[in-house]
């Protein structure tokens, strides 16, 4: 999943400052648990591709 979300960041379907979905969106359009989810969007974030703003939501990060 966070592999996934990844090939999009880099294949510019999702570009810097767009907004993702939430967890639980992700959740959904993976079809797992929220923790699951949670786990792949913190991988993400140590991955320095995508950050949180508290309320805002999660966003991809600049290259």
Known sequence: MADDIEQ???SGEYVPGQQL????????LYN???STAYRAV???HERNL???????????ADS
Do not use: C, D, N, T
């Open 32 to 34: 797992v648990a929220r």
């Open 42 to 44: 913190k991988e993400l």
């Open 8 to 10: 999009k960041i880099r």
């Open 50 to 60: 995508i950050y949180g703003q508290q309320g805002q939501g999660i966003f991809v």
């Open 21 to 28: 979905p939430s967890v639980s969106e992700i959740g959904e």
